[in-house]
């Protein structure tokens, strides 16, 4: 098959959507099938086209196998609604420039369109369902209008709300089939479309599982974050209310983000805390990084539908225990496989004891979580048998 994937976010961008999508890309090929991906002059996260890519309307070029299609789009990170609505449809516009590539549109098997955001993937569901009548595959990685009342960014309800709504329901409609990142996000699917056949459980997988190893665990116990420090993580919180130093713990942050110069701050005010923030790292260093810790937290500030942190997976091959901070399917996941412990979102009492408790554990109880996160690996994160499935399905979707 020939497939183009449509997506704001890819790389080199940083964050579990471009990790994603690369990963989807780079499987497909591997799979021996043809790639395009049509996408944004990265940005992300720092809302500023990436030097070599400026002052340019479009930009092809390779990666790993793939021909990427770079159109321009209006970066910003500002809260400032005129520039987060230009920056919302800016992509949803310029990418109708790709339509005069009329041959290469014709010769695709399949599209591959990525939501959020909801305005762009319903202009890609335009181009290439409406105007092409191309099959196309929709990949839904969050459940947008709901995450945005979730996280606190709209108002149920409201004109936004509702014409976001309208985009949601659009796009469950006209795809020829949909791949979710969670069973939550499948469920909330299944309630508008009854054709269990057209939905596909695509998780963010791994590509390579390292080789887990059983070890003693470290005087100070050491934790890490890794990823983005953005408002749904809100890991500037985590390292004001939790009381590092008089646990006798480390915790270390690795990424960036909005709240990256925020935390910088405080560690740098509170001498001693026991917080070392280390910035991003490169992906292929990330291994030898994840091997210095013990454990891991992953926190939602709030309650979010149908999201399953992608970092889960990255960390429990390295054998590190999981403090999850949240509900929903996430959380099932750690409690019912035995890889952690598991807090309220936001409730930093309930963390600074689970954190207790994981110190304060008999070494053979932690150790029986390394070894179940190891094992729960190792049986469930194979991205190369995902891979197979996912292209079985890709080729029943009609």
């Not at 990427?68 to 005129?82: G, H, N």
């Not at 109708?96 to 202009?123: E, H």
């Not at 937290?297 to 999850?324: E, M, N």
Request: net charge positive; glycine share 6%; hydrophobic share 40%.
């Amino acid at each position: 098959m020939r497939i183009l994937i449509v997506a704001e976010r890819f790389w080199p961008e940083v964050g579990a959507a471009p990790t994603r999508l690369a990963n989807l890309a780079c499987g497909l090929i591997k799979e021996g099938q043809e790639v395009d991906v049509l996408t944004c002059l990265p940005n992300y996260p720092k809302g500023r086209i990436f030097e070599g890519y400026r002052h340019r309307l479009w930009k092809k070029e390779e990666y790993k196998g793939a021909t990427l299609f770079r159109m321009w789009t209006y970066a910003s990170v500002s809260k400032k609604p005129l520039a987060r609505i230009a920056g919302m449809f800016s992509f949803a516009l310029t990418m109708w420039l790709f339509a005069f590539r009329i041959g290469r549109i014709r010769k695709y098997d399949r599209v591959i369109i990525q939501t959020p955001t909801l305005v762009s993937a319903k202009s890609a569901m335009r181009l290439f369902h409406g105007l092409y009548r191309k099959k196309c595959v929709l990949n839904v990685s969050d459940i947008w209008p709901s995450t945005a009342v979730d996280l606190g960014a709209i108002r149920e309800g409201s004109a936004s709300y509702k014409y976001l709504l309208g985009c949601e329901r659009y796009l469950y409609k006209k795809a020829d089939a949909i791949m979710g990142q969670s069973q939550e996000i499948l469920s909330h699917i299944a309630a508008f479309d009854k054709r269990p056949d057209r939905l596909f459980l695509y998780r963010n997988l791994p590509t390579l599982l390292p080789e887990g190893k059983e070890k003693v665990r470290q005087e100070p116990m050491k934790i890490v974050f890794s990823g983005m420090l953005g408002v749904a993580q809100n890991v500037a919180a985590i390292v004001r209310e939790v009381p590092f130093e008089k646990l006798g713990v480390e915790f270390h942050i690795l990424g960036g983000g909005a709240q990256y110069d925020e935390i910088c701050a405080y560690i740098e005010s509170h001498p001693g805390c026991n917080v070392f923030a280390h910035g991003f790292v490169e992906k292929e260093k990330m291994p030898e990084w994840l091997a210095q810790y013990d454990a891991s937290i992953v926190p939602l500030t709030t309650r979010i539908r149908g999201a399953v942190p992608s970092k889960i997976y990255d960390i429990l091959p390295y054998g590190l225990p999981i403090i999850f901070c949240g509900e929903g399917e996430a959380a099932s996941i750690i409690q019912d496989n035995r890889l952690g412990l598991v807090c309220p979102s936001s409730d930093f009492e309930a963390l600074t004891n689970r954190i207790k408790t994981l110190k304060d554990m008999s070494m053979e109880d932690f150790q029986t979580l390394r070894s179940n996160c190891i094992a729960f690996s190792q049986a469930s994160l194979n991205f190369d048998k995902q891979m197979k499935e996912c292209l079985s399905f890709l080729n029943l979707a009609n």
